[in-house]
């Protein structure tokens, strides 16, 4: 079965420190990759997505993912964090063969000011 | 703007009861799909729906059915409402394929209590 493993649960930072946040997932085929994040009280929103192309893609905020194929990961980065970024952060896969859509179990982000 | 609407925010029901949590949007998206959220163990998929009439389960559809007779409304139901299904309920959607914009849109959410 399709999986989404997200290695952190909770990550707790200081304002401008430097965030990363892992994501792999085991399905070999054509995915399409996302990172939502879920601010407290409020909807999940998407930060960016990867569907082809350049590997690094940019979001909104200042947040960045790679997609790695050879390592199934697709991570996230922001090179400093504000006390703003702290929220819940999910990682999912699209599969377009079977039209699934699964998400990771998330991390929560607490930024100290 | 994209319109995922959840027919309640907040619902309580009683052991036992059967329960439908309604999902409408407005966009013309093939895909819709049911998730539950728990703290610690993010959105897990319960059921799917890529066209009228057609559902898949997804990981955890025990206890739950599911309803598509319109393209635009997907319903899930709790035959027989257990505490263990107090949860978030968020229904999402999204175009097939991978060649164009398979971004989820989400619904705000309906928070099940069920005692």
């Known amino acids: 079965a399709q999986s989404v493993s997200q290695h952190n649960h909770h990550v707790i930072l200081s304002e401008a420190a430097s965030l990363e946040l892992g994501c792999n997932y085991s399905y070999g085929g054509t995915v399409n990759l996302f990172w939502y994040v879920q601010y407290p009280g409020q909807h999940l929103q998407l930060l960016l997505k990867y569907f082809s192309g350049d590997p690094l893609v940019k979001g909104i905020k200042g947040f960045e993912a790679e997609f790695i194929k050879s390592k199934f990961s697709f991570n996230l980065r922001k090179p400093s964090v504000q006390w703003s970024d702290t929220a819940e952060y999910f990682c999912a896969v699209y599969k377009a063969a079977g039209n699934k859509l699964t998400f990771g179990g998330g991390t929560r982000v607490l930024v100290k000011p | 703007d994209v319109k995922v609407t959840q027919s309640s925010r907040y619902l309580v029901k009683r052991t036992g009861e059967k329960v439908f949590l309604e999902c409408v949007q407005d966009m013309d998206h093939e895909n819709m799909f049911w998730y539950r959220q728990d703290p610690g163990l993010g959105l897990r998929l319960i059921y799917f729906?890529?066209?009228?009439?057609?559902?898949e389960k997804g990981d955890i559809p025990e206890g739950y059915s599911v309803s598509r007779e319109k393209k635009e409304r997907f319903s899930l139901i709790l035959e027989s409402a257990s505490t263990n299904q107090t949860s978030m309920y968020l229904c999402?959607?999204?175009?097939?394929?991978?060649?164009?914009?398979?971004?989820?849109?989400f619904g705000q959410g309906t928070r099940l209590t069920v005692v």
């Open positions: 729906s890529y066209d009228v009439k057609m559902k």
């Open positions: 999402a959607i999204s175009f097939p394929g991978t060649t164009v914009n398979t971004e989820a849109f």
